[in-house]
């Protein structure tokens, strides 16, 4: 989920980037290597997790929204990283985009589909919560799980399948965050960025790595 690919993100050190977890289950949040965490839904869920249903996940959330607003002040911009199809992700993540956007930030929502193996009700969950948090963000980038695997082939193993989809959603956070934050052959600012992708709705992107003497076209 959400969680593994933020702790991945910070392993990986993304320059210029605040990394906060948002969790219902707070033994998950006493494991993590994020320095900023916030539990939401105390009352609701004793921090035992939101049990794969949306609802709670969005019951959480409201019921920490204030916290949420005061951390997100701001900000510049928010991604959003969230596995779509259990409880907290999925119920919580719309939420947490509709505070971001109420206060004027750039909002940017990087988000997986389930595997096929996971289960119809899980896909059909994530439907719905990839639906609602569409409505909340300024740009939405969608990453399939069972897309990958067909990339993977069929000797990868579930480990590395979902450590795969971490990677995936690493990198694109890394690869707009950096746009901003590192120098290159041509320079993008914030201005620049927020102008694409302020009320984008859907979006794609790609990224390669490339060496030797061609390698911009190859």
Do not use: C, Y
């Not at 719309?94 to 929502?109: D, F, M, N, R, Y």
């Amino acid at each position: 989920g959400g969680g593994n690919a933020v702790e991945h993100m910070v392993r990986e050190s993304i320059e210029g980037v605040e990394f906060i977890s948002v969790n219902t289950d707070a033994q998950a949040l006493r494991k993590t290597s994020v320095n900023t965490v916030i539990q939401i839904g105390g009352d609701i869920t004793k921090g035992l997790g939101a049990g794969a249903n949306p609802q709670v996940g969005r019951e959480a959330a409201l019921e920490d929204r204030d916290r949420l607003k005061e951390i997100l002040t701001g900000a510049d911009m928010v991604f959003i990283a969230a596995g779509m199809g259990g409880g907290t992700g999925t119920g919580a993540a719309p939420v947490i985009a509709e505070v971001a956007k109420e206060l004027g930030v750039l909002t940017v929502a990087v988000v997986t589909k389930p595997f096929g193996f996971e289960g119809k009700k899980r896909l059909a969950f994530a439907e719905q919560g990839i639906e609602e948090l569409s409505k909340h963000v300024d740009s939405l980038i969608t990453i399939p799980n069972e897309k990958l695997l067909k990339v993977l082939g069929r000797g990868v193993t579930l480990l590395e399948a979902f450590a795969s989809a971490n990677d995936v959603l690493k990198n694109a956070v890394q690869g707009i965050a950096e746009l901003i934050t590192r120098p290159g052959m041509i320079n993008v600012d914030f201005a620049d960025v927020r102008t694409v992708m302020s009320e984008m709705g859907h979006a794609m992107m790609g990224s390669g790595v490339s060496k030797g003497e061609d390698r911009a076209e190859e």
